[in-house]
């Protein structure tokens, strides 16, 4: 089964919602300059609720967002709110990531913009050295000055060549509409969306139901049914060394 990770949640409500949809995990936005960020004050209050909710499939991983801040404001963070884990969306390093206490997924970005070939070797070192490291592997696209949320896709092929060789989670630009497509084109462990489950900026608890619906069907679908979604498709590692030389 994909692992279904939807981040950004302000409200109990919608938080609850995902929870009852299915999703494994829960992530809170830490981030300072992130429009989305809670304070640890609202962050208990949404996780109480939420805990005393817990619903059919129990509670979820809690996961908390933070990019390139102290490492003992993470830690308190850690510690006063209960996370679970929590994503580094940042420049942090492997010592960095090893000092936060609990499991740590790494984002690691792709700049749509810029051509593959100048950003694998950037790419292929970092998610090999976080791998060696224990920490979970989030693809997402790289947009200068944010930290995730941006609602752009990239190459989902080269995410498919990616996934081929290591477990990892794909981000950027995900939503109900084309998230099974995704799925079927890239295979990835897990799958983590924010904006895509928005309207106007606010999760939208309609979409929240349907992202976890549409990753639960492809799931459950059988192999001919994958390949309509996506025809002819199989990873291939020597078109992603191809890449590094182009």
């Not at 790289?142 to 609602?151: L, W």
């Not at 939503?175 to 897990?190: I, L, Q, S």
């Not at 895509?196 to 139901?209: F, I, N």
Request: net charge negative.
């Amino acid at each position: 089964m994909t692992h279904v990770k939807i981040c950004g949640f302000q409200t109990a409500e919608a938080a609850i919602v995902a929870v009852d949809a299915g999703a494994d995990a829960v992530g809170l936005v830490f981030v300072p300059s992130a429009h989305r960020r809670l304070t640890i004050d609202d962050a208990q209050g949404l996780l109480s609720e939420l805990r005393e909710h817990a619903g059919p499939h129990g509670l979820p991983e809690i996961v908390g967002l933070f990019a390139d801040q102290p490492l003992e404001e993470v830690r308190e963070h850690v510690e006063k709110l209960g996370l679970d884990s929590v994503q580094l969306c940042g420049a942090e390093d492997v010592r960095y990531g090893d000092g936060v206490g609990v499991p740590v997924y790494k984002v690691i970005g792709i700049d749509p913009d810029v051509p593959i070939g100048a950003q694998m070797p950037r790419i292929m070192v970092l998610q090999h050295r976080h791998s060696l490291a224990g920490h979970r592997i989030v693809i997402d696209t790289k947009v200068p000055g944010e930290y995730g949320g941006t609602g752009r896709t990239f190459d989902w092929e080269l995410g498919a060549d990616l996934a081929a060789g290591i477990e990892m989670s794909l981000a950027g630009g995900l939503t109900p509409d084309n998230v099974a497509a995704a799925v079927a084109t890239v295979k990835p462990w897990g799958v983590d969306t924010s904006s895509g489950v928005e309207t106007d900026g606010v999760k939208d608890v309609e979409k929240v139901r349907a992202f976890v619906e549409a990753v639960r069907s492809t799931d459950d679908a059988p192999g001919p049914l994958k390949r309509l979604l996506n025809p002819g498709r199989l990873p291939s590692l020597r078109r992603l060394f191809r890449r590094t030389k182009s």
